[in-house]
Nanobody, 118 residues
């Protein structure tokens, strides 16, 4: 079984910064792509950023230049550095990982709340 645990959410003023972390644990062979998604109230879950095991990154247009995704393969951890935060970044942020156990499957964390407000 694979568990993903997010941390680092909270309340921040517009223009501020937060760093999210997501650590994978459990029994698995390897992790392929990891990513962050978010869901605001009344909206569908959307992609924020992804990173492959070779560190190729992909970002939603709305966060390019403000957010940076990175990972530590030795720690099975993915990070999301969020700068210049805006009220519209307010959402629950979810970590996702494509994990090889007996086959590849997507796993999700339970989410961490990010609120950007003055």
């Amino acid at each position: 079984q694979v568990q993903l645990v997010e941390s680092g959410g909270g309340l921040v003023q517009p223009g501020g910064s937060l760093r999210l972390s997501c650590a994978a644990s459990g029994s698995f062979f390897r992790i392929s792509t990891m990513g962050w998604y978010r869901q605001a109230p009344g909206k569908q879950r959307e992609l924020v950023a992804t990173i492959t095991s070779g560190s190729t990154t992909n970002y939603a247009d709305s966060v390019k230049g403000r957010f940076a995704i990175s990972r530590d393969n030795a720690k099975n951890t993915v990070y999301l550095q969020m700068n210049s935060l805006k009220p519209e970044d307010t959402a629950v942020y979810y970590c996702e990982a494509a994990v090889w156990t007996n086959s590849f499957a997507d796993y999700w964390g339970s989410g961490t709340q990010v609120t950007v407000s003055s």
